[in-house]
């Protein structure tokens, strides 16, 4: 038995940001079910101390259930398709995979192989982020995805006429999975690396987008301003409502202000801009 299964039983809510945490500690490959999350980690890599104190840290916020077990390898791709559905954003982009149908209608099609990378567009942060893409104008910028996942907001970027995407991840499954989705949007202005902003080499860039998770936020949010140009933009999502108020306090403590906000299910998407 190759990998460990994690079957986490949580509220839907706390799904996708529970992927992003999961990640961090070493699981690569995921997908969700009707009561929350399957997640796996090959077992040299498995910290049970991490996922304990991972599960710890979430437990006063919902209720959490979680089990494990050993598994052989399987067809991972095909277990994910069967709950991979197109989306659709502001009725302006359409998101689906290679094995889904076009349709007419949309400004922007973009096609995401159904790995399991986080960012596939199906959850508030990453609908709600691209939503807010579409009002900035990207034509000739440059932009930096920090902690790309698949890919899909550096793809709409490019779509949107930026000349420059440069996106990274610390996860090489996302990497991968986004090189490849870069190869099928036919994407030619976007370069992709494996490691994290401190990796980064310094450039400024017009707009900087960043769907993580409050504590990674808080703390890069400086590093994210000293990227970013005079007059430049901020997006920024994966957190609650409730944490809106201290992160609008730490950026404006790096003389940036709050554009605009949007929200759904309690998750929020930020765009600020640069003093």
Known sequence: MDYLEINLDVNE?????????LAEIGFDMFMETETGIQAYITQEEFDDMALKNLIEEYADRTALFYSIKGIEKQNWNEEWEKSFSPIEVDRKILVRASFHETKEGFEHEIIIT???????????????MMALQLDIDHQNKDVLDVGTGTGILAILAEKLGATYIKAFDID???VENT???ISLNACKNIEVSLGTIKDEKKHVYDIVLANINRNILLDEIPTYNSFLKSKGYLLLSGFYETDLAEIEKKCNENGLKKLKLVSKKNWAAVVFSKD
């Open 172 to 174: 090489e499954w996302s």
């Open 114 to 128: 159904p790995k399991m990378s986080f960012g596939t567009g199906h959850h508030e942060t990453t609908s709600q």
């Open 13 to 21: 809510d706390f799904a996708e940001i529970l992927i992003a945490e």
């Open 179 to 181: 090189n490849e989705n």
